[in-house]
């Protein structure tokens, strides 16, 4: 089976959206088919119409020149032709049994044309609603015009996909409320290489030397530091807790958007010389920064985004038997059972934060089953074996009614 993955962006980009591609590739590639990947010009400058990366070849899509592709909804539209352009050039050559388009939208309307001039079966992945990341982003307003426009666009690719897919049940249960069957979507929640997240049981002295944690109790975020990641509920609870905890300190290993102001509200709550930055590090050495945490913190806030969509980062938590605290959102209560696998807070509350991480660190005889809780969770629930084993059903319909259509079609007179 040949399946052609239609994508927004990925390896040698470093994002949750590339990471999960790789792993679905790889465990595709593991059960015997053969994947063709594109992406589509959104993955910026480009060397080669094809590149190899981290094992696998991406064809790529030049992004559309002149003045009417910088204009804002003519960008789009320009977009959505040089992939369907691509995407049509790359399908004749490889000759897929199923083209499988990838969130955003932008990706699913040209496979959606594609898909139907060449009498292809269309799977749609929705890894989160387009709408709602431009608003976590900040460069859409709930609600509003382009909001609205952008809702009725994702509704209009799911009900003409020939199957959905989605990586959790908040998702899933949306799709539903816009009217899609529950049958036709199938959720593919994402998970973790349990190889590649092994337990970690001892501390990098070297390292907390270095970055003057040796002799700390430690909360650590490691990730990209996004507004809606609500990084600064972490660093105001510090500051309530900075008296009665003198040892206590915020580890944040990554970068974003929000990198500046957070060390700016670091100097302000008069926590700076409590906080450590370390920029982002190479994949390579992540595991030695997990190491240094004792409570690992994820107090994303609530917004539809959050509320909707499970992130990758507590999983791989789980996966090292790290200790961890996330806020109560509906993406974290889908992965995270409070007390038994971490410790959940209310969401936007940092003195909740506060008081529940207080409450975690001071239950230490509670770790090792926690943690091991945790480790079991992903090995038999969130690992990629089993999740990309969710495709085959799905694929092996979509195969058989297109090869039934065809000898029907080549029967009649």
Partial sequence: MRILHVLDHSAPLQSG?????????REQRRLGWETVQLTGPKQGKITADLERVDGFEFHRTRPAGGWLARQPGAGELCL?????????????????????????????????????????????????????????????????????????????????????????????????????????????????DVEEFPPIRERDQALAEELGLADCEVLGFIGSFYAYEGLHLLLEALALLKASRPKLRVLLVGGGPEEAELRRLSGALGIADRTVFTGRVPHSSVQRYYSLVDLLVYPRLKIRLTDLVTPLKPLEAMAQEKLL?????????????????????PADDASALARRAVEALEARER????????????????NWARSVSYYQPLYERLREARLAASGAAAAAP
């Fill in 17 to 25: 959206y590339v990471f999960r591609t790789l792993s679905i590739l």
């Fill in 80 to 192: 959505m032709r040089e992939l369907a352009r691509r995407l049509a050039e790359v399908a004749q050559a490889s000759r897929p049994d199923i083209l499988h388009a990838h969130s955003p939208v932008l990706n699913a309307l040209p496979a959606l044309w594609v898909a139907r001039e060449l009498r292809l079966p269309l799977v749609y992945e929705v890894r989160a609603f387009w709408e709602d990341a431009a608003v976590s982003h900040g460069s859409e307003r709930e609600g509003g015009p382009r909001y609205l426009a952008t809702r009725w666009l994702e509704t209009f690719a799911l009900r003409r996909a020939d199957a959905v897919t989605t990586i959790c049940e908040g998702l899933r249960s949306d799709m539903v409320k816009r009217g899609l069957p529950a049958e036709r979507i199938t959720v593919i929640p994402n998970a973790v």
């Fill in 325 to 345: 605290l996330a806020s109560d959102v509906g993406g974290h209560r889908e992965l995270i059972r409070d007390g038994e696998t971490g410790f959940l807070f």
């Fill in 367 to 382: 770790w090792p089953a926690m943690r091991a809780n945790g480790r079991r969770f992903v090995e038999q629930e969130r």
